[in-house]
């Protein structure tokens, strides 16, 4: 993947909070307030804040970014200690191959709700939003 593009690994629109996209890129972090756009069509978001992993969070091994200055975390319930492992290790790859959690918004309402899984999205860059 080029710099500058972010590919769409999951996508979820959640009545109440927003498009919950599991993004990959190899960026320095992605500040709020940036518009990504899909090429062909034009359409676009705003990346509105980062979200982050609780369990990656609670043992010190979350991936961060100095420009990514607006974020929340999402938890999640384990049976036991062996899962919550797991969920660790599964995060962690994740995180080595440059995929991470993003609250979106679509700028035109008109437009699909949600980006394609699979699609890559250009990050526009403008003085403020240098990457």
Avoid at 46 to 63: A, D, F, N, P
Avoid at 73 to 82: D, E, L, P, V
């Amino acid at each position: 993947m080029t710099s500058n593009f972010i590919k769409i690994i999951e996508c979820f629109n959640i009545t109440g909070f927003g498009i919950l996209t599991e993004l990959q890129h190899h960026e320095n972090g992605i500040p709020p307030n940036t518009e990504i756009v899909e090429p062909e069509t034009g359409e676009s978001w705003i990346i509105k804040r980062r979200v982050l992993s609780g369990i990656l969070l609670m043992t010190g091994l979350e991936t961060t970014f100095d420009c990514e200055t607006e974020s929340e975390h999402i938890s999640n319930r384990y049976k036991n200690a062996k899962e919550r492992e797991i969920a660790i290790e599964k995060e962690l790859g994740k995180r080595k191959n440059g995929i991470y959690w993003y609250l979106l918004k679509p700028i035109n309402k008109k437009q699909k709700v949600k980006p394609e899984i699979g699609t890559e999205l250009k990050i526009k860059t403008t003085p403020q939003h240098r990457i």
